[in-house]
């Protein structure tokens, strides 16, 4: 094997085996910036000795043991509390490759899950917390963490030392919560991989190339997620709205780089792999028997539209009703504003007025092109032309981006008969 | 980037012979792992090539020939595969190597392909070079 080749494979064992070396670590030193030293002092020693000596038929298993060698030494070292040092000697030796198999079920898997629960801490930062689970979760580097951010790569640095601190400082425990608290703490983490999904999801065309990797590894966390918090409803929601969103991916964008609606991508080359297994995690967040969170009730409604096998066989009598059990757990204008769309396409469009017409006041709103256009194209529907113009020139008027601006233009152009 | 793990037929798994159980045992733990990595699509086993059916196309632009199974040459014939989604190239061989061994008695094999990105069947060329440039990342 070639020095770079024997790189590239050390990348590779890294990138399967550092979550899961870091979360270990932790458990022992309870200090995740220690803990990511350690492994990463693991992982300079494999790269000067893998080469020559070959990689280890359990290339965790020899991380493990040599990033916890390093970590008696430096205790040792340190001076540190005795208890933690003799804690550590003692676990040494155990750690034998049938010991990391026998692991792989029950222990790894709560290692990780705890430390999920930690890089997605309310102390951090909404940023922080992105870029922390995005190091230690996903493996990746710095560089490749601020490609994907299109910020400097000091800059992500500096965010994860200081994350890494503040869980130091604030003394944030390494365990998963439990009670209420729980439900709150999970809902945080399940916001952090869908801020990261949605990052790469929203990217626009220039970046359209780099950004992707968001996507990829929000929806990899959300399955690993889904594998060691089974109990959880949303986790399996949050999984089967990524899965669902992400089938879409490659027919979201046309080939200028201008964004295809729903209603007019091509359905035929929705990924079909990504839709199924969508539908297959919503239907184990059902099978768990709990009212659908915020979620799950998104996911349901991508799975109507997923299901649909063209524009026209949409069942929106389905998803206006997803759309109002959505705005009774997460009330929100903009629920609404989707609930009217769904509403008119299933009952006429006088329906979905009505609803409109009820949030036109809301201040979250006032800046929201949607909203009058949704509004425009209603009275359109109702034959009320003159009074769509003024709402399409409005939404016109609002639109950041000029490509919609031409398109809200032409549709107000439209009502003049 | 998707890979597909290709697990191929041998004598045993022609003749419909089923795995012992510590095989079974050994790719259910593997395929868990698989999936609490998060990198697991797809898994599934096939059925001996007897109960498979063939259609080739002899003469170009002819009629195609529907031949039933079962097929002669065990290497060539699929028993089993894995679909899985990682970043790298080194990362599906790694996860290849991790694959249970398929007690082929000697005729073991597990082939790993990429699977094409539909971006890449594109004829854009301006596009194929974003891709190349993506990989290099």
Known sequence: ?417 | MRFMMIVKGTTDSEAGVKPSQELLDAMLRYNEELAKAGVLLAADGLQPSSSGIRISYPEPGGKPKVVDGPFTEAKEIIAGFTLIEVKSREEAIEWALRMPDPHGGGQAEIELRQIFDPEELSSDENKQEKIKGQFRL
Not at chain 1, 18 to 29: C, D, E, H, N, Q
Not at chain 1, 144 to 149: S, T, V
Not at chain 1, 313 to 324: G, K, M, N, Q
């Open chain 1, 1 to 417: 094997m070639s020095f770079s080749d024997a790189g590239r494979t050390i990348d590779a064992i890294w990138r399967i085996e550092s979550p899961k070396l870091i979360a270990g670590l932790t458990r022992m030193v309870r200090d995740v910036g220690l803990a990511e030293d350690l492994a990463q002092d693991a992982l300079v020693i494999a790269l000067e000795r893998w080469p020559e000596t070959g990689i280890p038929d359990n290339p965790g298993a020899w991380l493990m043991t040599t990033a916890k060698r390093r970590a008696i030494d430096l205790l040792r070292r340190n001076k540190l509390r005795d208890q933690k040092y003799e804690e550590l000697t003692r676990s040494a030796e155990w750690y034998t490759e049938e010991d990391m198999d026998r692991q792989l079920d029950g222990e790894i898997g709560d290692d990780l899950l705890r430390l999920i629960f930690m890089t997605c801490h309310p102390v951090l930062s909404q940023d922080a917390r992105v870029a922390l689970t995005l190091r230690l979760l996903c493996g990746l580097t710095t560089d490749e963490i601020a490609r994907a951010f299109l910020v400097a790569e000091a800059t992500i640095a500096q965010r994860i030392v200081r994350a890494k601190r503040t869980l130091s400082a604030k003394k944030v425990p390494f365990e998963v919560p439990v009670g209420a608290e729980l439900k709150e703490r999970l809902g945080t983490v399940l916001e952090v991989m869908y801020l990261m999904f949605n990052e790469g999801y929203s990217a626009t065309a220039g970046e359209h190339w780099v950004r992707p990797l968001l996507c990829q590894e929000a929806l990899r966390l959300g399955r690993v997620l889904a594998e060691i918090a089974p109990d959880e409803p949303e986790v399996h929601g949050l999984a089967a709205l990524m899965e669902i969103q992400a089938s879409r991916l490659k027919t979201r964008v046309g080939a200028d780089g201008e964004p295809i609606l729903l209603m007019d991508q091509n359905r035929a080359q929705w990924d079909r792999l990504l839709i199924r297994r969508g539908l297959a995690a919503l239907n184990r967040c059902r099978q768990l028997g709990k009212p659908l969170g915020p979620y799950a009730l998104q996911a349901a409604i991508a799975a109507c539209h997923a299901q649909a096998v063209t524009p026209a066989d949409t069942d929106w009598v389905r998803i206006s009703a997803l759309y109002e059990a959505l705005s009774r757990v997460l009330p929100s204008p903009i629920v609404e504003l989707n609930r009217a769309v769904a509403v008119a396409m299933a009952f006429g469009p006088l329906y979905g007025l009505q609803i409109v017409d009820a949030i036109t006041e809301e201040e979250a709103l006032s800046e929201y092109h949607l909203l009058p256009s949704v509004r425009g194209d209603l009275l359109f529907k109702l034959d009320r032309f003159e009074e769509a113009r003024l709402e399409f020139e409005r939404a016109a008027a609002l639109a950041k981006n000029s490509r919609e601006r031409d398109l809200l233009l032409a549709r107000a152009s439209e009502c003049i008969h």
